[in-house]
């Protein structure tokens, strides 16, 4: 049985395929040459930052305080019987023995 020109048509669909799912998008060059422009690439990333942060750094700021909001407390009116009875439930105990 021949397939005649089916099986380059098979691999086509195939490699298509595969670059879609890998995203397609294959670096060309050398592996030195890919190399050496990854390197510039992370020199220049790295001047960038460098320059960012120095101008952050002389950029004078004056720091300034939020205003804190208070937390409100009412005022203590508590009489004597008040307090003597802070502690005390209003409920009968059940497993109290008399």
Not at 15 to 37: F, I, M, W, Y
Request: charged share 40%.
């Amino acid at each position: 049985m021949s397939r005649g020109n089916q099986r380059d048509t098979d691999r086509a669909k195939r490699q298509a395929k595969e670059d879609a799912k890998n995203g397609g998008n294959k670096r060309e060059g050398t592996p030195a040459s890919r190399n050496t422009e990854d390197a510039l690439k992370l020199q220049a990333k790295l001047a960038a930052k460098a320059a960012k942060k120095e101008e952050a750094a002389n950029e004078t700021v004056v720091p300034t305080k939020a205003p804190v909001a208070r937390k409100k407390v009412p005022k203590k009116t508590d009489t004597l019987d008040d307090m003597l009875n802070a502690g005390l439930s209003t409920k009968k105990s059940k497993n109290r023995n008399k």
